[in-house]
C-alpha cells in the first residue's frame, strides 16, 4: 500500500504542478478549464468554507480517476459480453446506428438521444452487472420498517442493487440479458426509480454519473458501429463464461477475448 501511494502521489503531484504552471503562466488571463483547476482554486482560497489541504486536492483528482475509468470500461465490456452471444441484437444496434448516423462518420455525442436501442442495452447490461454491487454504506437515522424487516436506528445498512437487478418479483425472467424490456420504458438510471440504482441514488449518488452515462453510451455505440463482433473460432458462445470477479467494480473474471473487424469504410480509421 504504501508503495503504491508513493506511486500515486508521484502521479498526482505531476498533474497538479503541470495545472499550477499553467495559472502562473496566464496570472491574471487564467480561467479554470477542468476539475483540478477548480479544487486548486479552492484550495488557495484564504477563507473557504471547507479548507482544502493539498492532500484533500489528491484525494479528490484520485477519486475521479479511480471513479470514472474502470467503471465504464467494465460496464462496456458486459455489454460487448452479452451482445457477442446474441448476434441478432448487435445487429439491432447496428441498424438502427447505420439509420441515424449512416456508414460515413463515426458515432457523436449529439446522436445519442436518437439511439434508443442503444441505451436499452446500456440499462439492461447496468441491471445485470451492476459494477457497484452493493451500494456504499447508509446508516439509518431512525428507526424504520423495510419489507417487513425491523431496521434499528444506528445500523449499517448495505444496499444489494446486484440482487435487485435479478429480483424476479421486479423483473420478467431477470437472468436473460433482454434490452427490450426497457424499450418505451420510463425506467431510468437517474437514482429516481429505485428498481434499477447502478449509479446509486440520493445525496450518496455517484456525482459522476452523467459523465459516466455519455461515455459508456458513446464508446459502445462506437464499438458497434465500427467493428463486426465475433468470438473467436475456437468458443462457442454458450462456452463464454461470464463469471464474476469480485472487486470493488465486478469486473469479468476471465477478460473477454474477441475477433473485431472493420465494418466501415477504410478512410474513417485514420488518425
Ligand atoms: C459506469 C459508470 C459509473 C458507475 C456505474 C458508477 C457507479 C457508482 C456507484 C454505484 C456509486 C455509489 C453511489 C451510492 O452509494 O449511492 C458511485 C460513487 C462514486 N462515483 Fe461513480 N460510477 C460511474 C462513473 C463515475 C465517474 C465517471 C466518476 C467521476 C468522474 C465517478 C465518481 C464517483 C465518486 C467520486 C463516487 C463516490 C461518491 C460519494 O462517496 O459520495 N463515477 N459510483
Known amino acids: 500500500m504504501k508503495a503504491l501511494k508513493k506511486k500515486l502521489d508521484q502521479f498526482h503531484d505531476h498533474v497538479l504542478d503541470e495545472h499550477k504552471r499553467r495559472k502562473e503562466e496566464l496570472d491574471k488571463d487564467f480561467v479554470a478549464q477542468g476539475f483540478v483547476d477548480l479544487l486548486l482554486q479552492l484550495a488557495d482560497d484564504p477563507d473557504p468554507d471547507v479548507k482544502l489541504t493539498s492532500d484533500a486536492v489528491r484525494g479528490f483528482t484520485q477519486d475521479l480517476i479511480s471513479g470514472g475509468t474502470d467503471s465504464s470500461a467494465r460496464t462496456v465490456e458486459w455489454a460487448i459480453s ?3 452471444k ?3 441484437l448487435i445487429r439491432q444496434a447496428t441498424e438502427e446506428l447505420d439509420k441515424v448516423v449512416g456508414k460515413e462518420r ?3 455525442e449529439t446522436d ?3 439511439l434508443p436501442f442503444l441505451e436499452a442495452i446500456m440499462k439492461e447490461t447496468m441491471r445485470i452487472h451492476p459494477v457497484g454491487v452493493l451500494l456504499a454504506p447508509r446508516l439509518a437515522m431512525q428507526d424504520c420498517n423495510v419489507a417487513g424487516y425491523d431496521i434499528r436506528k444506528g445500523t449499517r445498512v448495505f444496499v444489494n442493487i446486484w440482487s435487485m437487478g435479478r429480483d424476479p418479483y421486479l423483473w420478467e425472467r431477470p437472468e436473460e440479458f433482454h434490452p427490450e424490456r426497457f424499450v418505451g420504458s420510463n425506467i431510468n438510471v437517474k437514482g429516481t426509480d ?6 446509486g441514488a440520493g445525496r450518496r449518488m455517484c456525482p459522476g454519473y452523467s459523465l459516466g452515462l455519455k461515455m459508456i453510451q458513446l464508446s459502445l455505440a462506437n464499438l458497434l458501429h465500427g467493428f463486426n463482433w465475433k468470438l473467436p473460432d475456437s468458443t462457442k458462445a454458450e462456452d463464454l463464461s461470464m463469471e464474476e470477479a469480485f472487486g470493488m467494480i465486478t469486473p469479468r473474471k476471465f477478460p473477454l477475448v474477441a475477433v473485431m473487424e472493420p465494418r466501415l469504410p477504410h478512410h474513417l480509421y485514420k488518425l
Open 82 to 84: 452479452e451482445l457477442i
Open 86 to 88: 446474441e448476434p441478432q
Open 106 to 108: 463515426w458515432v457523436e
Open 112 to 114: 445519442i438521444p436518437r
Open 194 to 199: 429505485f428498481e434499477l440504482l447502478p449509479f
